[in-house]
């Protein structure tokens, strides 16, 4: 932002908790259909294609923990796609390493 001081985190603070009592009230009246499709969209823009087609070059089994990890996260829960992929990943490292 630009800002020299700590005292900008203390300011952006206040500014998001203002925003989240005024402005959340508004949308109690929005239909769920309208917010998720507001999600989707957004999260539609933090898949990063080009760097899961450069991990698929670069080694298939990273590839397969990454898949593990969006699939996870995307029909079960953050939590769950961390447990995937860490499991995939030790998986497979005591795969290559026995």
Not at 20 to 28: A, D, H, M, S
Not at 70 to 97: K, N, P, W
């Amino acid at each position: 932002a630009g800002c020299k001081t700590a005292i900008s985190n203390v300011v952006m603070a206040i500014v998001v908790m203002l925003t989240l009592l005024l402005v959340t009230p508004l949308f109690k009246y929005t239909p769920n259909a309208i917010l998720a499709s507001i999600i989707i969209n957004a999260v539609v823009s933090l898949v990063d294609y080009e760097t899961a087609y450069l991990i698929w070059k670069v080694d298939k089994m990273d590839f397969m923990a990454l898949l593990g990890a969006f699939f996870g996260v995307v029909f079960a829960s953050v939590e769950y796609g961390l447990l995937i992929a860490v499991r995939t990943t030790t998986f497979f490292f005591m795969l290559i390493t026995a």
